[in-house]
């Protein structure tokens, strides 16, 4: 089961409306999908859900918080055939204040996954507009952090607080979703968009996925028809970038699996990892982006196995800070150490 959180704490840069019609378009592709509301104000329930639900994940959460059983019959609603959801309810709001004192805070979400027993290949988590207790349960339990910016230059900014985010949570598990960010609202007509295209492209190399949403109307009305776009208008230019959006992270979460290494540092120019995987060869595509003033990352897309790997900037070798698995290597230093398994 891939699980992707679509997130950014950013409110309206089209979260919902990017965890509803990737879940129906991977589901029209044959995959089976469970789309999870789990952002207090319900707006992907609403927009896709007419009926008031037997079952929301506030009750599931609850339950899986207290150890209590979940309640007998169907925990999903079957909203197409392979497209389920699991909705919300206001309560998720309290649910996360509860959450606070608790030493299993982060993990609340994770411990419900694993004991639901769900069916699913893909699991798609829509995160509220900030980085609370709920967003971070869901980054932590997921493999894919799905990233939706406005065509913006301040949207760009904004993403730095996430970021240093999932940094924390590789420090806290040892691992953290890999994140991909997606352009959303994108009016191509415009030079502004051309330039900041350009130098967003740059600026992310693979973070940024080549498929872009566009504006489109359809898109809209759909959800507050209560459907998703492929129910509503299946030849639409919505529907046509949802279902490139579908088959380009279907390609992403296939066979290999992606890990992201971060290194925060000041005053570097550039940064490379080395490793197992390219001989110990500076190359270009190993080049770290800057994703922040004093923080630099990469997805590396990996085969099962143990790689050895360091930094490399301003001519040192420096090993992961951020990865606490480590060996001596043969000069004296310490290489870090990856297990994909
Ligand atoms: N590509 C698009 N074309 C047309 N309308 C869009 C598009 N993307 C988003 N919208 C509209 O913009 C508004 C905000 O989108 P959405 O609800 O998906 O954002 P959000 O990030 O989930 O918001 P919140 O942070 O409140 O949860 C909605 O009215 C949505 O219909
Ligand atoms: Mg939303």
């Not at 893909?122 to 869901?138: K, S, V």
């Not at 894919?144 to 590789?170: E, H, R, V």
């Not at 509503?232 to 979460?253: C, N, V, Y």
């Not at 301003?314 to 297990?339: C, M, T, V, Y």
Request: with cysteine; net charge neutral; charged share 25%.
């Amino acid at each position: 089961m891939k699980i992707i959180s679509v997130v950014n704490q950013k409110g309206g840069c089209g979260k919902t409306i990017t965890a509803v019609n990737l879940a129906a378009a991977l589901g029209q592709g044959g995959k089976r999908v469970l789309l999870i509301d789990l952002d207090p104000q319900s707006h992907a329930t609403f927009s896709v859900l007419r009926e008031t639900p037997r079952v929301t994940i506030t009750d599931l959460l609850e339950a899986a918080s207290t150890n209590r059983s979940f309640p007998e019959g169907n925990l999903t609603v079957e909203l197409a055939p392979n497209f389920h959801l699991l909705p919300a309810s206001l309560g998720l709001a309290s649910l996360e204040h509860t959450l606070t004192s608790r030493d299993d805070k982060l993990k609340i979400v994770e411990k419900f996954l694993l004991s639901a027993g769900l069916d699913f290949d893909y699991l798609l988590i829509d995160c509220p507009p900030n980085l609370g207790l709920l967003t971070l349960n869901a980054l932590v339990a997921s493999e894919y952090a799905l990233i939706p910016l406005m065509t913006c230059d301040f949207s760009l900014q904004g993403t730095q607080i996430l970021k240093n985010i999932l940094l924390m949570i590789k420090e806290f598990k040892g691992s953290a979703p890999a994140p991909f960010y997606l352009l959303n609202q994108v009016d191509q007509r415009s030079r502004y968009v051309k330039q900041f295209l350009q130098k967003t492209r740059q600026q992310m190399g693979n973070l940024l996925l080549s498929s872009r949403i566009r504006t489109n109307v359809h898109l809209k009305e759909a959800s507050a028809n209560g459907c998703d776009v492929f129910r509503f208008k299946p030849d639409s230019r919505g529907a046509e970038d949802f279902r490139s959006l579908a088959k380009e992270m279907q390609r992403i979460t296939g066979e290999v699996s992606w890990t992201p290494l971060f290194l925060k540092k000041q005053n570097l120019e550039e940064v490379y990892v080395v490793g197992d995987f390219n001989d110990w060869q500076k190359e270009d595509s190993y080049k770290l982006k800057k994703i922040g003033p004093d923080l630099w990352s990469i997805n590396l897309s990996l085969e099962k196995g143990t790689y050895r790997y360091k930094f490399l900037a301003e001519n040192k070798w420096i090993p992961d800070p951020h990865n606490a698995l480590s060996e001596n290597d043969s000069f004296g230093g310490r290489n870090s150490l990856l297990q994909i398994h």
